[in-house]
């Protein structure tokens, strides 16, 4: 059954902007944690030179993504695999680049650590990997919207919650990714792009 989430809608063009500036011309886009599906219906549409290939681990979600897919009848836009970025063991094994929208907060850190040695695993040596999401920073006031986000989160569960720039940095270093972009982006979010060294 397709699903829609309000904020997709609202920030898929500001992404899109940064992925035109970032997404090779051609290849594979594994996207991780489609959600909805929204997304992945709209990038394929938006860059129809690029193969998109939609993720998640959740089965009403691969079903959502797979209604969006219907509905759009787009070529390059690939069935969706179900992909859990915490586990060793995923169904794509090479890609172009690699794009993960709000997932960070709303998994545990296992999944993070599993994102950037998954990205490690399939990225060729300067691949992209573009997260987008809201994040905390070392020198930057976090919004009072984003300290609510937070705590619903960490309520909802303890292993939640917004994470640090500086701890993604380091965990993308451990993995041989250097930051090479911070774009500020609406409601309080920041597109952080990482490249394979």
């Known amino acids: 059954m397709k699903q829609v989430a309000p904020a997709a809608s609202r920030n898929r063009e500001p992404i ?35 193969q998109w290939q939609p993720t998640d681990p959740d089965g009403a979600a691969l079903a959502s993504i797979e209604a969006w897919r219907g509905e759009a009848g787009l070529p390059n836009l690939r069935a969706a695999l179900p992909l859990d970025a915490a586990l060793a063991d995923w169904p794509v094994h090479s890609a172009q680049a690699l794009v993960c ?27 992209p990997l573009v ?25 909802r569960d303890p292993a939640w919650g917004l994470r640090r720039i500086e701890a993604v940095d380091a ?27």
Do not use: C
């Open 131 to 155: 997260l987008y999401g809201p994040y905390l920073e070392e020198g930057v006031e976090t919004a009072p919207s984003n300290l609510a986000f937070d705590l619903s989160l960490r309520q």
């Open 171 to 197: 965990l993308a270093a451990r993995h041989g990714f250097t930051r090479t972009r911070r774009a500020e982006m609406p409601a309080s979010n920041l597109a952080l792009v990482y490249r394979k060294e």
């Open 16 to 50: 899109a902007q940064v992925l035109a500036r970032e997404l090779p011309e051609s290849g594979l886009v594994l996207e991780i944690a489609s959600g909805t599906g929204e997304h992945a219906a709209y990038f394929a549409a938006r860059f129809p030179a690029l």
């Open 101 to 127: 929208i709000n997932m960070i907060h709303i998994s545990p850190w296992a999944s993070a650590e599993g994102l950037f040695a998954g990205a490690g695993r399939i990225l060729p040596f300067g691949a």
